[in-house]
Structures are given as structure tokens and as C-alpha cells.
């Protein structure tokens, strides 16, 4: 396997390239998608963006214009969570949340300018009722 250094000023491309060439590698840098846009590509199936970061901050994990802070794209598009058995820390007031996964419940945690609320999803059985409370689950 090798290592290539590739720029395309007229293509406006400048990247690494990791493996060989037209026989399955990786590319990342930037590509012509966008003006700075970096992205990570794989080859030669399709020459797919599996990762792109644009100018702004977007970040697009399988397509190349994301729009929104995170994007998820294709057909696997799911986020999954680990259970935790410990709380995470307190979210900043009235500023972020917290999402997780603990003792089969499916938990926001909410910062209420100094109260922590949560709301939460039991996971096993039929029940599909939010509870909320100021103790966390």
C-alpha cells in the first residue's frame, strides 16, 4: 500500500491518498464539492463521501451537503446509544440537553435554569407514556 499526494487546481482537489490508486483506497482533503469543504472518500465504489465538513461547520457523515450541524445520510442513518449505569453530568442551564439510555428507559435530561428535569421513555413492554420528574430515573 502506498501513500499519494494529488492536487488538482482545476478540480480545485488537494488530497491524501491511502492505498492504490483505482483499486480500493481512501481519499481525504479537499475535494470539489464545496469552495473549503473537507471530506474523507472511499474508492473505487463510487468514489462515495463518507464524511464531509463544510466551511460553516456542517458535518454530513454519507452525503455531501449537509444541512444542519449533523447530518446522517444513506440507508444506515441511526444513531445508537449504550446504556449507561451512570448519570452523565448536568447539562448547562437552559442551554443543552442530554439524551441516553439507562435502566431500560430512554432518558432528556434538561438543565431549567438550575433545575435538571427529566423526561423519560420506559423501553420494555407496551407502555408508551413520557414521564417527567426532578429526580433522575
Do not use: C
Request: cysteine-free.
Amino acid at each position: 500500500h502506498s501513500i499519494y499526494l494529488e492536487s488538482d487546481t482545476d478540480q480545485g482537489e488537494h488530497v491524501i491518498l491511502f492505498g492504490r490508486p483505482n483499486t480500493g483506497a481512501w481519499e481525504i482533503g479537499l475535494h470539489d464539492i464545496g469552495s473549503s469543504d473537507f471530506s474523507l472518500v472511499s474508492h473505487p465504489v463510487g468514489g462515495d463521501h463518507r464524511f464531509v465538513m463544510e466551511e460553516n461547520g456542517d458535518i454530513g457523515l454519507d452525503t455531501v451537503d449537509p444541512d444542519s450541524l449533523l447530518e446522517l445520510a444513506g440507508p444506515r442513518a441511526a444513531i445508537s446509544l449504550n446504556e449507561v449505569t451512570a448519570n452523565p453530568a448536568t447539562p448547562a442551564s437552559s442551554a443543552e440537553a442530554r439524551i441516553y439510555v439507562k435502566a431500560n428507559k430512554l432518558i432528556v435530561q434538561w438543565n431549567n435554569a438550575g433545575t435538571v428535569r427529566y423526561k423519560y421513555l420506559v423501553l420494555d413492554g407496551a407502555g408508551s407514556t413520557w414521564t417527567g420528574t426532578t429526580t433522575a430515573p
